[in-house]
């Protein structure tokens, strides 16, 4: 089946700019999470969806950040005036309640 | 959540066992260890998981003391293809809760 789908794989934008990342979770898995990973770097918690329970947002890094997520599926993670430190790769992964996570190619987003 | 501690990275040759030891000095009663595997411009994928003693899979091995502090992942006979970030996760499968990447091990297979 399908795997975690991740769109757009790479982004360039401006300074100042909204950008939306996109996850597709494969399907039936209930738990979400968002990653960034800057160049060099380890895996940096965004935030966490688990079934219809309240996100757990403690890794955004400012309020520029906000993520949602319809149900169990689609989740939409958006940075709002984008700054140059946000350049990263963001990677998404979705899991059973086992926690083998399951991670999507991830999107390059690169602030100008 | 149990803190993770590795060595930032690891040199090795083909066709040598690796072994990568993860500390996590304060793990609980219920955590799992997991193991993933990251390669450049990839996503992370699972390699292996544990509670206790020794799980052996088709990738790799996973050792754990009695004491759980720590855990030991060996990779047998590794090649130019191993090379990659390892990361070391402990978390409580059972609740279906998050888990928390650390640095991770970079390690370099040379021919």
């Known amino acids: 089946g399908a795997g975690v789908s991740q769109s757009p794989s790479n982004k360039v934008t401006e300074k100042g700019k909204d950008v939306e990342l996109r996850c597709d979770p494969i399907s039936g898995h209930t738990a979400l999470y968002w990653y960034r990973q800057r160049l060099g770097q380890g895996l940096e918690f965004l935030i966490y969806f688990q079934g219809n329970s309240a996100p757990d947002k403690s890794g955004l890094p400012s309020d520029r950040f906000s993520a949602e997520r319809t149900g169990e599926s689609v989740s939409t993670l958006t940075i709002q005036r984008t700054q140059q430190e946000d350049s990263a790769v963001y990677l998404c992964?979705?899991?059973?309640?086992?926690?083998?996570?399951?991670f999507g190619p991830g999107t390059r987003l690169t602030v100008l | 959540l149990a803190k993770t501690t590795q060595p930032i990275s690891m040199d090795s040759y083909e066709g040598q066992e690796v072994n990568i030891t993860c500390s996590h000095n304060?793990?609980?009663?219920?955590?799992?260890i997991t193991w993933y595997q990251q390669f450049p411009s990839q996503g992370p994928r699972f390699i292996i998981q544990?509670?206790?003693t020794k799980v052996t899979n088709e990738v790799a091995s996973l050792f754990i003391p009695a004491d759980r502090k720590s855990s030991t992942l060996s990779l047998p006979r590794v090649s130019l293809s191993d090379t990659a970030v390892y990361y070391c996760l402990v978390g409580d499968i059972n609740q279906g809760g998050k888990l928390i990447f650390g640095q991770g091990t970079e390690l370099s297979v040379k021919p």
């Open positions: 992964a979705s899991s059973l309640v086992l926690d083998t996570q399951y």
């Open positions: 544990g509670y206790k």
């Open positions: 304060n793990i609980a009663t219920n955590d799992y």
